[in-house]
């Protein structure tokens, strides 16, 4: 892999991507996002030696959304252990992230960890545990990613909770089916402002590191997740990671990845790096289209993925 000149990869996907820029939609129901510029894409990409590479807006600051239920996944594994699988799944949705109906036909137990009611019940485990939960996630992702200063960008979430009502809405049936054991306004409080974290696509490259280096992270050697809780977060990103577009993007990708209705996707491999990519207009399904053409082309490449 020390053959690879990733910089010029990159050079070369940033070019190629250009007109695609122009093709998709920001995520327009948060008024927040809306608001970002189309224009903008970032790529890096750091490797499991130590180096690390990045092309475009890669250290403009962005709000995360989804990506971060991956920290949040993380804080419940370590506080909760096989518990948390009591009440909710590890399958593939097969549905929109915010969908009402599959809750309801499944008895309020969410299909996986990654959808937006998998999402509630884990920060409800989470809570279980601390006093202040946003504190916590702060502080997972800011040691994460080795940038102290990373933060919740509040305009978005106070824009996440004014026009939250799906989210509500899928708190108050989880409520209901004895599956939220807090009160589901302090769940959601949290929950819109850890989708509302801010970091770089080169901080979310080394906050995702230790993912490719079995749980241990090579900046300070310090196990991060375990080795077993590593495979299962790897697995759960390969399965769920991509909302409804798992498969697709498995089979242009061929990465395990997490991504968010900011633009955001981070991927890794095993062994070898991670690497995480912004551009905001999104598909169909919620994922960033620049942004999943880019690292169809970032594994076509280099020849590396899981596959």
Partial sequence: ???????????????????????????????????????????????????????????????????????????????????????????????????????EYEHGIPRN?????????????????????????????????GAPDVDFDEEVAASEAAWGFRNRALANFLKSYGNLRHDADAVLDVYFRHCALALSCRELAQAFLHLANGGRSPA????????????????????CGLYDAVGNFAYRVGMAGKSGVGGGIVAVVPGAFSVCVWSPALDASGNSLAG?????????????SIF
């Fill in 292 to 304: 999943t053409l880019a690292l169809e082309l970032l594994t076509t490449r280099t020849g590396i």
């Fill in 220 to 239: 300070t050697g310090v196990a991060v997740t375990s080795p077993r809780q590593t495979k299962r977060i790897n697995a759960l990103m390969l399965t």
């Fill in 1 to 103: 892999m020390t053959d690879i000149d990733f910089q010029r990869i990159l050079e070369g996907i940033a070019a190629e991507i250009r007109p695609v820029l122009a093709e998709g939609r920001v995520a327009d129901y948060i008024p927040a996002l809306a608001r970002v510029p189309r224009d903008r894409f970032g790529m890096a990409l750091s490797t499991v030696d130590g180096r690390a590479f990045a092309v475009g807006d890669a250290d403009a600051r962005f709000s995360i959304q989804s990506i971060s239920k991956v920290f949040t996944l993380t804080l419940a594994l370590q506080a909760a252990g096989g518990r948390l699988w009591e009440r909710v799944g590890r399958e593939p949705s097969g549905n929109p992230f915010n969908s009402l109906v599959q809750l």
């Fill in 113 to 145: 960890p990654f959808i937006n009611a998998g999402a509630l019940v884990v920060l409800d485990c989470i809570m279980d545990g601390t006093d202040d939960p946003a504190a916590s996630i702060l502080a997972f992702a800011r040691a994460a990613a």
